[in-house]
C-alpha cells in the first residue's frame, strides 16, 4: 500500500470504487461541514473536498477535510495549483499528512476571474501563482511519498505517503491530446484519476479505447465522474458553457418533459427533475462502470449532497466495502 | 515590442495638475506604434491638458517633446537641458522609460501617461497581443514557438487544463488556448511526440521571482572603460 487510505484499498480489491464530493462553506461555521460528512458518510469511499473551487474562498480543503475525517468520513483533499508556490503546497501536504489525510488530488484550478459569478463579488483581481502545474505537483507529492525528498531535494525523516490523485477531462479541446494528457499525469505518479462529468458516453467510450491501447488504464485508477443534473436548464448551462462536457440532446429532452408534466406547479417541477437527474445519474453509473478500463465512479451532486445516498444504493453500490474504520489521529 | 496603452485623460489630470509647468515627453519607438506614447501623442495629451487647465481657469505651461528611445541615454542627453526646465515630466514612454528618465531628473518628478502592458506585436492594425512574458529561460522549441508562459492564463509547462472551449482560454471567448495552438502547431510540424514528456517544475529565479535582472556583457563594457580612460588622456 503507498497510503494505506481506504480509497486505495477499495481500488486495490478491484471493487467499484465510488467517491463523492462535499464543498466547504463561505464561512468559519464547521457545522455544514460536518453535516455534508454525515450525509455522505459510508455512501461512497471517500470524499472530496474542494479547494475553494471556482476560486470562491470557503474553508480550506485541508481544515474541512480535517473536519470530515474527524466525522468519520475518509476526504480526498483536493489542492489547486492557482493558489500556492511550491513551498506552500508541500508546506501544506506536510501538515495535512500529519493531520492524518491520506488521499490528495492535483488539479490546476478554476482561473480566479470565475470568482465573481452571480451576486458573488469574488476576486477577480487577485494574482495567480502556477509556480508549479498538474503533472508537476503530481511529481512533488510522488517524490516526498516515495523517495522522502522535498521537491529541492531536501530530506524528509517522516515523508508524507498520499494516495495521489489528478484531474482529467477526457472531451475538452484538443481532443487527441487529452490522452497523452493524462499519460502525462499517470507517468508523473497520479494513482487514481477522476473525470470532468461525463453525459456523452459514447464519446467517453471512444477515449477510453485509446487510454487502454496505451495501457493507462492499468496504470492508474479511472474514476469517471458523474454529476447528477439537478435541472434542465443546468443540462442546457453545462452543454453550451462547460468545457469537456457535452451533453446528448435525449438527456436534456428527458429532464424537459419532467419538468414539463409538472405544469405550473414550480415545487412539483423541481421535483420531477431532480428525480429524473437521479435517475439519469444511475443509468451514468452503470454505464461508466460497464466500460473497460474504468475502476469506479466520482459522484458530483453539487450543493446536493443529500442525493447521494439514494444514487448509490439505487445503483446497487451499496454497502460500500469497509477495510478499516478511518480514526481521526488526534 | 513593448505595449502600452493611454492612461485615462481624468487620470492624467489628477496627475498632472497641481503643477506650473509640465513637459509631456513621447518615445517614438513601441509605445507610438501602438499609438500610445509617440510624439504625436503626447502632443495631443498636452493640447488636452491646456484646455482642462485652461477651463479650470489654471494657469499652466505645458509643451511637449519627443525623442526616439527612453531606453537609451544618449537620445535623451541632447534634450535634458530643455526638460530640466519643467517642474514635471509626464512621460508617455514605457515603463522603462518612466524609470530611466527618472533616474536621471534630480529634483523633477516623472509621472506615467500611459499604462505599460506587454510584450507583444501587431497582429492586425490596432491589435496587439501579448507573445513573451520575458521569463529569462526560453522554451518555445519545446512548444510549437508558441509561448505557454506568456499565452497561457495558467503558465501551464505540460499541457492545456480542462478549461479550453473550442479553441479557445477559459478565461474569455476572445483568448485563444495557447494550449490549443500549441498542440495544433506541434500536430503539423509533425513533433507531437515531443510533448508525451514531463517537464519538471521551473526554476523562475530567472524571471522576475529572481528579483530585478541585469545583464552584464564584460567585453562590451571593458572596451568602453577603455575608450573612455583613452579619451581621458
Ligand atoms: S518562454 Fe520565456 S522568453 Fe520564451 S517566449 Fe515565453 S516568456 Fe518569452
Ligand atoms: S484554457 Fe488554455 S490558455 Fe487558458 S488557462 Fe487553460 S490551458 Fe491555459
Redesign the pocket.
Known sequence: MKSGSNLEKVIASGKPAVTAELGPPMSADPHEVIKKAQMLKGFCDAANITDCQTAVVRISSIAAAAIAFQQGLEPVMQMTCRDRNRIAMQADLLGAAALGLKNCLCLAGDHQKFSAAGRLKGHPGAKNVYDVDTCQLVGILKKMRDESKQDGGDPLEVAPKFFIGASWTPMADPIDFRPINLMKKVNAGADFIQTQGIYDMSLFREQMAKIRNMGLHEKTAILAGIIVPKSAMMLKYMDSSVAGVSVPKSLIDRMNKAKEAAGEDKKKARELQEQEGTKIAIELIHQALETPGVKGVHIQAIEWESAIEGIVKAAGLYPRPIWSEPTASA | MIVGQQKPFDEIWGMVKGFKKVLVFGCNTCVAICHAGGEKEAETIASLIRMRAQQEGKQMTVNHLGVMRHCEPEYFDPVMDEVKKYDLVLSTACGVGVNFLSDRTGTIPVYPGINTSF?GAVEAPGLFKE??????????HMTGGI????RCAKTLMNGPCGGTNKGKCEVGNEIDCAWYLIVERMKKLGTLEKLSEVLPPRNWATSRDGGPRRISLEHIREYEEKEAAKAGK
Open positions: 510584450y507573445l513573451c512574458a520575458g521569463c529569462g529561460n526560453c522554451i518555445v509561448c505557454p508562459i506568456a
